[in-house]
């Protein structure tokens, strides 16, 4: 398994995470399997969110690890606030501690290793937010603090109040919704990719240390589908193949391995819950990608090299 920091805490997080957001999808049993095998990986991050099946996700995966003699300490769980769904987006003070303190019971943890603010709030006051932050940390409630799909100046105006560093931004990347990447390359062109929708996160981010973590890798446009096997994408699959051959691994595999091969160092949200496609995904960490076959691949997925 690769290890990062997560942004300049001195903590080495597993490269790959595991997503819980669809862990009611399966029984409890077999979810336990699950955390086990990822432990066995030595894959130690686990993320979650308030929102997920209104809650339920944490309280399973608690009810999961129960079953298992996987120690909390040996665990880092990050969950995310701020979404009422179909109301608001809300970074209140009173809506941010509500909402740690329902993922704190579900997960039956005194603690989270790390909270993010799920989606931007439009109404956002940061001085509610550090008050917040500061509430949490001091009473050990969360170690650590970041966000979730924010721009720069998003993060900039949060960072203004907060004491704490911001350590991850989670944000939506694959080979085949790499805005992030193509505004680069296509810099000073008239070209679609060119236009910047994001700030240039990517490099704020590696600018100010804060880790990526790729949400949707296998997904295009705005979760409309996986790309893996679409008849949408039938050169990159093709490439994708190719590579999967040359490196004797899935076509799953090398997804993530492009993405772990950018210096960036980002973690990847994996959100499967079947054991033989996790296992692909870890393998991911194993394969030293070359930087010709990463760009292979980036041309591949309708990007131009100018």
């Known amino acids: 398994m690769k290890f990062v920091e997560l942004g300049k805490t001195g903590m080495q997080v597993s490269a790959i995470t595991v997503g819980c957001m669809r862990i009611n999808s399966i029984e409890v049993n077999e979810a336990a399997k699950l955390i086990e095998l990822a432990v066995e990986n030595q894959v130690n991050y686990f993320d979650h969110a308030d929102i997920y099946d209104a809650g339920e996700c944490e309280s399973t995966f ?39 303190e329902g993922s704190l019971k579900r997960l039956n943890t005194e603690y ?28 050990g409630k969360v170690k650590y603090f970041g966000v979730s799909n924010q721009n720069p100046m998003q993060i900039e105006l949060l960072k203004k109040f907060v004491r704490q560093p911001l350590v991850a931004n989670q944000l939506q990347v694959s080979l085949a919704h790499s805005g992030m990447i193509s505004n680069g390359v296509e810099m000073n062109m008239l070209t679609d990719r060119a236009i910047c929708r994001d700030g240039s996160i990517l490099d704020y981010s590696r600018l100010h240390d804060m880790t990526i973590q790729a949400w949707s890798p296998f997904q295009y446009g705005s979760i409309e589908g996986p ?3 679409s008849d949408k994408f039938p050169v990159l699959n093709q490439k994708i193949d190719e590579m999967a051959q040359k490196y004797d691994v899935t076509n799953t595999t090398i997804a993530v391995a492009w993405l772990l091969r950018h210096p960036a160092n980002m973690q990847v949200i994996s959100g499967t819950m079947t054991q033989k496609r996790f296992t692909d995904i870890c393998k991911a960490t194993e394969i030293q990608m070359s930087r010709e076959d990463w760009y292979e691949l980036y041309v591949a997925a309708g990007n131009i090299l100018p």
């Not at 996987?70 to 109301?87: A, M, N």
């Not at 989270?112 to 001085?127: Q, W």
């Open 62 to 100: 608690q009810k999961a690890l129960a079953l298992t003699d996987i120690k909390r300490e040996d665990l880092i769980l990050q969950s995310k606030c701020g979404i009422v769904p179909g109301v608001m987006h809300d970074f209140s003070k009173k809506h941010i501690l509500k909402s740690v």
């Open 112 to 139: 989270l290793d790390v909270l993010l603010l799920h989606r931007p709030d439009a109404l956002v006051e940061p001085e509610e937010v550090a008050e917040a932050f500061d509430e949490l940390y001091e009473s």
């Open 227 to 229: 790309f893996l096997g």
